[in-house]
């Protein structure tokens, strides 16, 4: 999927993020730190440093919202472990201009969060939701994204008819996400918004 973005103009970059024995929290420390070093050398990467997305595949789109929810602006890794030593880039903020849900949703592993209110105090970034509809998850799917609006976040959806879970790039959906974000690049430097 990186490779098809970048064919598109995007800089793409891929977390290895840590996983068991580990919690989703250090995972999305790890994005978190991620998005913090992509913000921090921007220049040099040729990108604007407030068009800065995150997207992620099944668990890893739930890592990444975990990381939108609990985990961005310049929140410490030491809210999680006081032994923590933070540094520089500790200072720079992980938010994020855009999220990709791909076949994925705010919550945890297999659970999807119908809590409006917690998705409020977020203050989520716009959400682009691709799903197929043979998805085992396809419910769930559908009663995050509208917990989300409710929320006030601002939502795309893209249903793939037929599509099982793990589609990766299939589907004919890239277009479509490459629209969707170009126009949330845009507006943000209209507005010079992060």
């Given at each position: 999927m990186a490779e098809e973005l970048s064919k598109l103009g995007y800089q793409s970059f891929?977390?290895?993020?840590?996983?068991?024995?580990?919690?989703q929290e250090e995972g999305a420390l790890d994005l978190a730190r991620a998005v913090r070093f992509v913000?921090?050398?921007?220049?040099?990467?040729?990108?604007e440093e407030q068009d800065i997305a995150v997207m992620g595949f099944s668990a890893g789109g739930i890592l990444a919202g975990e990381m939108l929810r609990n985990?961005?602006?310049?929140?410490?890794?030491?809210?999680?472990?006081?032994?923590?030593?933070p540094d520089a880039l500790d200072e720079v903020s992980a938010d994020a201009?855009?999220?990709?849900?791909?076949?994925s949703f705010y919550g945890r592993l297999?659970?999807?969060?119908?809590?409006?209110?917690?998705?409020?105090?977020?203050?989520?970034?716009?959400t682009f939701y691709c799903y197929g509809t043979r998805d085992p998850f396809y419910g769930q799917f559908l009663a995050n994204a509208d917990a989300a609006e409710?929320?006030?976040?601002?939502?795309?959806?893209?249903?793939l008819?037929?599509?099982p879970h793990g589609f990766g790039s299939q589907?004919?959906?890239?277009?479509?996400?490459n629209q969707w974000l170009t126009q949330i690049f845009e507006s943000n430097e209209r507005s010079g918004n992060i």
């Open positions: 891929v977390v290895d993020y840590r996983l068991r024995p580990y919690t913000r921090s050398h921007a220049e040099g990467y040729g990108i985990f961005d602006g310049t929140v410490s890794p030491t809210v999680l472990d006081p032994d923590y030593v201009a855009a999220d990709g849900m791909i076949y297999s659970v999807g969060t119908t809590d409006v209110d917690s998705l409020r105090e977020a203050e989520l970034p716009p409710e929320a006030g976040v601002s939502v795309e959806r893209l249903q008819d037929d599509m589907g004919g959906w890239i277009p479509a996400y």
